[in-house]
């Protein structure tokens, strides 16, 4: 039998059909069986994706005026939680971090606890923290599908030429590295974030920290935002939910 999982949807937050079967798409690939499926939110973007919650087998939930989405979604999964029909996995589907104190609760009753979110609604920093593991359906619904590339066509044997003195030998000359130090521009983020220098990943709460400590990072702001012009020199890691930050070294062209 396959493990189980719940998927409680922020109707209000994720509206579009793409959203909810990118959600569904990923809990298959866990190998996870979805037992709990509801979605909670106003009427009009209920019924924008009524079809969708159909084709899932959603159960809908309306809330009771405005504001009240959040709320709704916290009552009910705190029901199944205390009536044992939570399964050992739950999926909250919404880029609002007003989920994070429901994301802990269920985290401290021993449950896996996942987001599903759009990167350009999230914040990346604070959903990072109260998750397992946060997916931003946004992101993976527009990557490729990996292509098989074509094997290449045999060509015939060229002829062999006629034997001719041997060439001498080119001098080999050593490969100058391909890493320099950083531009003027990435300076104050090395001073700000000494560690980096070493070229090791570093934990990114770490180098949020120290960023907003040297006044680099505002409170709200976001990492992969203020890294964003630095191309190639700074990496996130794990593309999906970053939680390492490593400096790659300015590269060469």
Known sequence: MSAQAALLLDADNLSSASDVDEAFRHLAGLGLAVSVRRAYGGHDKLTGIKDVLRAHAMRSFINQGKGTTDV????DAM?????GSLPSTVAIASSDADFAPLALRLREAGMRVLCFARREKADDDALALAYDEVVYVDVAARRPAARKSPAPARTPAPAPAPA????PAARKVPARKAVLPAGPDAQPLLQAVPGLRTGKP?????????LRDAKLLSKHGKLATLLRPFAGEFQLMPEASPTQVQWMGRRTS
Not at 72 to 75: Q, T
Not at 79 to 83: R, S, V, Y
Not at 202 to 210: A, G, I, L, R
């Open 164 to 167: 001719a003195k041997a060439a």
């Open 72 to 75: 709704a979604l916290v009552v």
């Open 202 to 210: 570093m934990p990114m709460n770490d180098v949020v920290k120290q």
């Open 79 to 83: 029901d199944l939680l205390h009536g």
